[in-house]
């Protein structure tokens, strides 16, 4: 039994709660999910830049983000379909640290060399009362975490592959990203079977990440294949990779 580390109050650290072969049987779980809804790059609402971070979704909503901006969508923004269920492992996961009703949405970002993910608070949920949980699998990640405020003060925690993170209660709102990742720090990669369907890096850290209960009006609109070009050629380069 793995013991958590309160980092801040509400702010919980489970250091390699999954075990190396639990980290392999997981990453490639979620690599072969990946084959039916493909990482591709979101855009930030108003500049429409790319997200440095490639994304995916699992579960039966999906976030999302694009020139119009942020939103949450059962369907894959570039390919139309739904997305795939939670893998179980982070379902089980879930039952067992964040004792709420199931997660219903699985967020999967992919950190490939020098890709970040800026301070945010993540407030698009209907409703607050359930945490966040996160898995980090690969690389070492530079996180961070504060408070409610963007310039308040922030405290920084390497993950390694297997480390959960949960953010709830009084840190549900707080404001987080990552760093930076430390390319190849970790050999989870190198050795999955699966990598050759990614494209033979191992520089990659992956953040999966549930999301509560969500107001139907949160699904604002969906999307279908096509429908913006830079995505598809997004797509088209990842599958060529
Ligand atoms: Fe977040």
Same mark, same amino acid.
């Given at each position: 039994m793995?013991?958590?580390?309160a980092? @801040?109050?509400?702010?919980?650290?489970?250091? !390699?709660? &999954?075990?190396? +072969? *639990?980290?392999?049987?997981? @990453?490639?779980?979620?690599?072969?999910?990946? !084959?039916?809804?493909?990482?591709?790059? +979101?855009?930030?609402?108003g500049?429409?830049?790319?997200?440095?971070? *490639? *994304?995916?979704?699992?579960?039966?909503?999906?976030?999302?983000?694009?020139?119009?901006?942020?939103?949450?969508?059962?369907?894959?923004?570039?390919?139309?379909?739904?997305? +795939? *269920?939670?893998?179980?492992?982070?379902?089980?996961?879930?039952? /067992?640290?964040?004792?709420?009703?199931?997660? !219903?949405?699985?967020?999967?970002? @992919?950190? #490939?060399?020098?890709?970040r993910?800026?301070?945010?608070?993540?407030?698009?949920?209907?409703? &607050?009362?359930?945490?966040?949980?996160?898995?980090?699998?690969?690389? /070492?990640?530079?996180?961070?975490?504060?408070? !409610?405020? #963007?310039?308040?003060?922030t405290?920084?925690?390497?993950?390694?592959?297997?480390? %959960? %993170?949960?953010?709830?209660?009084?840190?549900?709102?707080?404001?987080?990203?990552?760093?930076?990742?430390?390319?190849?720090? $970790?050999?989870?990669?190198?050795?999955?079977?699966? @990598?050759?369907t990614?494209?033979?890096?191992?520089?990659?850290?992956?953040?999966?990440?549930?999301?509560?209960?969500? $107001?139907?009006?949160?699904?604002?609109?969906?999307?279908?294949?096509?429908?913006?070009?830079?995505?598809?050629?997004?797509?088209?380069?990842?599958?060529?990779?």
């Amino acid at each position: 039994m793995v013991k958590a580390i309160a980092l @801040l109050p509400g702010v919980m650290l489970w250091r !390699e709660k &999954f075990p190396r +072969p *639990e980290q392999q049987a997981l @990453l490639n779980d979620v690599l072969a999910r990946l !084959e039916t809804a493909p990482l591709y790059r +979101p855009r930030m609402p108003g500049s429409d830049k790319e997200f440095s971070v *490639e *994304e995916s979704n699992f579960g039966p909503l999906g976030w999302v983000s694009d020139k119009s901006g942020y939103r949450y969508q059962p369907n894959h923004p570039v390919t139309g379909t739904p997305w +795939p *269920e939670i893998p179980p492992m982070l379902m089980g996961l879930w039952r /067992e640290i964040a004792a709420t009703a199931d997660a !219903e949405c699985c967020l999967v970002n @992919l950190y #490939r060399d020098s890709a970040r993910m800026g301070l945010h608070q993540d407030k698009d949920e209907g409703d &607050f009362s359930a945490p966040v949980v996160s898995v980090s699998l690969g690389d /070492e990640a530079l996180f961070r975490i504060g408070g !409610e405020t #963007r310039r308040g003060p922030t405290q920084s925690v390497n993950l390694s592959s297997g480390d %959960v %993170v949960m953010f709830g209660g009084p840190a549900r709102l707080a404001y987080h990203g990552i760093d930076r990742i430390r390319t190849g720090s $970790s050999c989870l990669w190198k050795n999955s079977r699966r @990598l050759s369907t990614m494209n033979g890096q191992s520089s990659i850290a992956v953040s999966t990440t549930y999301r509560p209960s969500l $107001s139907a009006a949160k699904i604002r609109s969906l999307s279908g294949l096509g429908r913006d070009s830079k995505n598809s050629n997004a797509l088209a380069a990842i599958a060529r990779r």
